[in-house]
């Protein structure tokens, strides 16, 4: 039996091999969404999110192999197991190359199904531990940098056979004041501090978006889009930090508030790197930082004003 419920997304075009699968895999305590198709199943995966995708091969409207394409170019980490009556060693290594975690003859046999998507779902906590920050939750700097040297060849890829590709922009965001949080109330408020900015961020991407920390107090946002969509996730951030107060805890009670700088910089053809992309952002956040000046402020415990100086890229 399965230790903790988790989301298993079923794509099959037999509605009697995918309720089969459907009721199989819920009497092992999954939670099981069902798609019909890759098109469809690429709408349920951004509604729910899940765990791992098991799909069918040959499929109308949508096929197996499409769908592997089609997730792997903005999700590296879902695992996908594909089910074919019709697979060989080779064609499977095929699939793998392209992005396929695993795969399985069909009809599977429950029992090794459940223990395939177990082995791939430990191989992604494990991979997820490394490339999650302890402290916030977030992505690590490795992470982004991998995604947006994936997503640049992706872009180059499509420019070199003429066709249409996604822009993307990034956001470097910058605590203010940092330095004197931890000076006056200590690391132990400055990490709950950070915790909560990671939280926040979280909570304002989109699943198509990536969010990590780059060290300290220094984050990264890479943004599916151009820099309106930046510019709303920026909306989404301080919107929420405005209505977030940190207590001291120094005995005085005290309660404070942070506002963070901003750099966005967006996908042009003149743009030939990752590191170039960064680069533009982080300028542009030290001279948001450099106008506003900002520090963390203290206000008084009753009433608790919302700071009107939330900053915001001019």
């Known amino acids: 039996m399965v230790k903790e419920e988790k989301t298993v997304l079923v794509v099959e075009d037999h509605p009697a091999v995918l309720k089969s699968l459907e009721e199989c895999l819920t009497d092992q305590n999954y939670s099981v969404v069902t798609a019909s198709n890759g098109q469809e199943a690429l709408e349920k995966k951004a509604e729910t999110n899940p765990d791992i995708i098991i799909t069918d091969l040959s499929m109308s409207v949508m096929d197996g192999k499409e769908l592997i394409i089609r997730v ?4 590296n980490q879902t695992p996908i197991i594909v089910l074919s009556g019709k697979i060989d060693n080779t064609y499977g290594t095929r699939l793998l190359k392209q992005g396929a975690s695993d795969y399985m003859i069909k009809p599977p046999e429950i029992e090794e199904l459940v223990f395939r998507i ?56 910058d605590a203010n004041g940092f330095k004197q949080i931890n000076d006056t109330y200590g690391h132990v408020k400055g990490d709950e501090v950070l915790r909560e900015i990671g939280k926040i961020l979280r909570g304002a991407i989109r699943p198509s978006d990536v969010a990590g920390r780059c060290g300290g107090d ?66 542009r956040m030290y001279e948001d930082k450099r106008r506003n000046n900002q520090q963390a402020k203290i206000v008084e415990t009753e009433p608790i004003q919302t700071s009107p100086e939330t900053a915001y890229l001019k």
């Open 72 to 75: 792997r170019e903005t999700d």
């Open 118 to 173: 177990e082995k791939e779902l430990e191989i992604r906590n494990l991979r997820e531990r490394v490339i999650t920050d302890d402290l916030t939750g977030l992505h690590t700097k490795g992470f982004l940098e991998d995604r947006l040297t994936y997503k640049f060849r992706e872009i180059e890829r499509s420019v070199y056979k003429e066709k249409p590709y996604t822009l993307i922009s990034l956001i470097v965001l």
């Open 218 to 283: 220094e984050f990264m946002v890479m943004v599916d889009g151009k820099e309106k969509a930046a510019q709303i996730i920026i909306e989404r951030i301080n919107k929420k930090l405005s209505q977030t107060t940190f207590k001291a805890n120094n005995g005085l009670e005290e309660k404070f508030k942070v506002t963070l700088s901003y750099g966005v910089a967006e996908y042009t053809p003149e743009i030939k790197s990752p590191e170039q992309l960064i680069e533009i952002a982080d300028q």
